[in-house]
């Protein structure tokens, strides 16, 4: 585990045996254990793991803090609540209906991703109504013996919320600050159905307003450059929104345009980075499905 603050540690979930693709936090205090963002079930093992070896049992942990519900950073809430009931899960209450029946988000990703829903994702497993805490924003939660203010922040998901521990100034911002590696390029995921710009500049905002010390990106780690990578985040997503809208009325199919836009971001992260660099981007954020993202939201608004 790796350290951010006093009670507050983060573990590489090792997802499909890489590095730097998904994290998960640990917060420890007098109140019990939290995880925020447990990650997929393909990872839970490296979950436990990390937890025995720093003597954490799961009778300790005593909450499951979710920023959205996408499946690389919820997909293990359900299974780990059905062997451990005492654990509460905390989602924003536009995202709940989906932990509690994930039919409907199974069937969308499994839209996406066809036959390699288990290979990359594993059981995503319904959580008991019982065991969920709705979030709106703007409450504060108590969890891993510290108080966590809580704020709505849409964009990259209508249901992602982002936490801020004032007592360390780290903020828990999941997948709306961006996908950012190696101190590279600060990459805005933008993949269907939910991607809304005005909401995501708010969102940064809402983030802003906290004055954090530290940025915690679920892919990839802590940022403490914060008001430049943020200022970087919303640049680039202006670019990429820009350079999506362009194609819009060419002639290519739009899995033709989708692969083209893939490869102009390739290209993009090739002049800053290693051929490995930038493939762990393209796991990170699914490359296949930022076009359409952003095609949609551009489309709708039309
Ligand atoms: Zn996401």
Known sequence: MNTLSHG??????????????????????????????PGPTTCLATLEEALQAHGIRWNDVR?????????????????????????????????????????????????VYGDQMDRLWGEFAAVPEANIVLLSGGETIQAGGRA??????????????????????????????????SHGYVLPP???????????HESVDRILAWSPSTLFLT???PVTRVRPHLAELLDNLTQVANVVRESLPGPASDDEKSEQFADWLRQQLRRRMTDAEVDTYVVAAGFKYLWYGLARYWRTRA
């Open 8 to 37: 507050l540690s983060w573990i590489d979930l090792g997802f499909l045996g890489r590095s730097n693709v998904i994290a998960a936090v640990i917060v420890q205090g007098p109140g019990g254990v939290a995880i925020v963002d």
């Open 63 to 111: 909450h499951i803090l979710l920023t959205h519900i996408h499946l690389d950073h919820a997909g293990a809430a359900g299974t780990i609540v059905r062997e451990h009931p005492h654990i509460s899960v905390l989602v924003h209450e536009r995202g709940a209906k989906h932990m509690i029946d994930p039919s409907r988000l199974l069937d969308s990703a499994t839209r």
């Open 148 to 181: 966590f203010a809580v704020a709505y922040t849409p964009g990259h998901a209508a249901h992602h919320v982002s936490y801020f521990d004032p007592s360390s100034g780290v903020a828990l911002v999941g997948d709306v600050a961006g996908v950012c590696t």
């Open 190 to 200: 933008t993949p269907p159905p939910d991607i809304d710009l005005d909401v995501w």
């Open 219 to 221: 892919h990839f780690g």
